[in-house]
């Protein structure tokens, strides 16, 4: 947790020649401009300018001119760049010339919901479970759809090929800042996971983004493809991104599970959008595991959301995200919706007990997630529940 001052002795006194200002248009694409060590100063006194009009979905090019103030918290030496003139990198406020922020802009997006949750006495961590595929290159270096292996749900060596590759992302994740917890082959082939602590959901959500950014360079280091694609294989598993929110008052120690649990059940058709936002995620949902009613129980996998057996903070986990939604706007609209669920007091249904991956045990009472892209947009739409909290400007770029 650098501060400016920390930040340039440290530029000064490590040999680094490059800083990397990173930020996110809205699908969550991140982009950088890199700058010398000599402009660092000026680049937190001033901003640094870019051209928004060439970012897809931001400006017009008649008010094109956007400013990147790096967060000099988030500040990370890039560990396989060149250790004689060192390269980091530092996350970005975007701002307007005037300084004030962008509000498409989703870090600051995700800061407001936290803000408003802080103001309300409420602390909340938020932690993910990615998954992604290992997919080999042609002989020109393009991606094909063969898997890395042929391996099973935590299988070993050598069924296993990708123990080395996640050994390294691992190592690579801690000199980064990120505290890895487990990692292991997933149930497709070629497919894996890599968990890591939870933490605040700024904190949390900046971390999601580099990690994927981490599994791209090291697979591409090896000679292979990392997919992060909802669907990459038919009628193979897909690839969720598990999201558990901690949510306590601040002061107390109180525990939020239930309020939480029903604030996002009530939303959870109205954000699908923004947590499953290709076509191709709703190939994944209700397919080899991945959910499609609108359900909730403790320790079962089958139901959208479940609450885990644990021995110490108590978590609420939602299973139907994947991996190519952008973090900080599924972060932002979690929050609000647990939020609605603490102050309204909301009512929690029914907990389903029953195994929903078995077909006997689906009633057609049971409500379901959104089953195409176009029937979530629909559902985004009906109410301003996330056109309020996103603004109208940035919602209809991501609808359209």
């Known amino acids: 947790m650098y501060t400016e001052s920390e930040v340039l002795d440290f530029v000064n006194e490590e040999d680094v020649k490059f800083i990397r200002l990173a930020f996110f248009s809205p699908d969550g694409k991140q982009k950088n401009i890199s ?42 030496v890039i560990p396989w760049r060149p250790t004689n003139g060192k390269v ?16 498409k802009d989703c870090r600051y997006l995700l800061k407001t919901a936290v803000k408003k949750a802080e ?15 290992l997919f080999k290159l042609d002989e020109e270096g393009n991606a094909t759809k ?11 060596a050598p069924e296993d090929k990708g123990e080395n590759i996640r050994r390294d992302i691992c190592f690579t994740l801690e000199q980064m800042g990120i505290r890895p917890e487990a990692s292991h082959h997933e149930e497709g082939p070629g497919q ?39 669907k990459p294989l038919e009628n193979k598993s897909g690839n969720g991104m598990h999201i558990s929110l901690y949510v306590k008052d601040s002061k107390t120690g109180r525990d939020y599970t239930k309020e939480t649990l029903a604030g996002v059940l009530k939303h959870i058709e109205e954000i699908s959008l923004f947590l499953n936002p290709t076509e191709n995620s709703y190939q994944r949902l209700g397919e080899c595991k991945a ?37 900080y706007i599924a972060f932002t609209l979690l929050i609000h919706a647990a939020l609605d669920g603490i102050q309204n007091n909301l009512e929690l249904p029914e907990s389903t007990e029953k195994n929903l991956f078995e077909e006997e045990n689906c ?21 301003d529940f996330v056109k309020n909290i996103l603004g109208e400007s940035f919602f209809s770029t991501f609808v359209k």
């Open 35 to 76: 700058i010398m060590a000599s402009e660092l100063e000026n680049a937190f006194r001033k901003g640094v300018n870019f051209d928004a009009s060439s970012i897809k979905d931001f400006q017009s090019a008649d008010k094109s001119d956007l400013y990147l103030h790096p967060d000099p918290s988030t500040l990370s």
């Open 88 to 103: 980091v990198r530092m996350f970005c406020d975007i701002k307007y010339p005037d300084g004030t922020p962008y509000e």
């Open 119 to 133: 103001s309300l006495g409420i602390k909340i961590k938020i932690g993910c479970e990615i998954e992604f595929y």
């Open 146 to 156: 063969i898997p890395f292996d042929n391996a099973g749900y935590m299988d070993i």
């Open 192 to 230: 894996n996971e890599i968990d890591f602590y939870y933490d605040t959901p700024l904190s949390s959500a900046d971390n999601t983004a580099t990690f994927k950014w981490i599994v791209r360079t090291k697979a591409q280091a090896n000679g292979l493809y990392a997919d992060f694609t909802a």
């Open 291 to 327: 959910p499609k009613y609108i359900t909730w129980a403790k320790e079962n996998r089958s139901t959208l959301i479940r609450i885990p057996a644990e021995n110490e903070e108590q978590r609420v986990e939602l299973r139907s995200p994947d991996p190519e939604a952008n973090p």
């Open 363 to 383: 009633s057609a009472n049971l409500k379901k997630l959104p089953d195409t892209i176009e029937e979530a947009k629909s559902k985004a739409s009906e109410t």
